[in-house]
């Protein structure tokens, strides 16, 4: 992971929440985590299989970010906190 970001939640989206659209889960490169913490990360919050973390976790370092969940608002706020909890840096939109 090579840049340090600071990624937050739209604060317009708590308002639509209920709108019943999908929304993005985006996970960002930084270089203060290892792979192997972003890939158990994604294990454990997100319920990826390893393949699945593993390949997230390289798009991230190689491209910058990689979305990691599609749903529903009130479903993806409680892994966009959990993450935000584990110094990773995401944005929810």
């Known amino acids: 992971m090579n840049r340090k970001r600071n ?3 739209d604060p317009k989206l708590e308002a639509n929440s209920n709108d019943g659209k999908d929304y993005q ?6 270089d203060v985590h290892d ?5 158990e990360s994604l294990i ?11 390949q ?3 798009l991230v370092h190689y491209t910058g ?15 966009f906190d959990r993450l935000v909890e584990k110094g990773l840096s995401v944005s929810l939109n």
């Open 7 to 9: 990624f937050q939640e």
């Open 25 to 30: 889960l985006t996970l960002y490169n930084d």
């Open 35 to 39: 792979f192997h913490y972003v890939i």
């Open 44 to 54: 454990e919050i997100c319920q990826h299989e390893a393949v699945q973390a593993e």
């Open 56 to 58: 997230c976790t390289f």
């Open 65 to 79: 970010k990689c979305d990691v969940r599609k749903g529903k608002y009130h479903h993806l706020k409680r892994m």
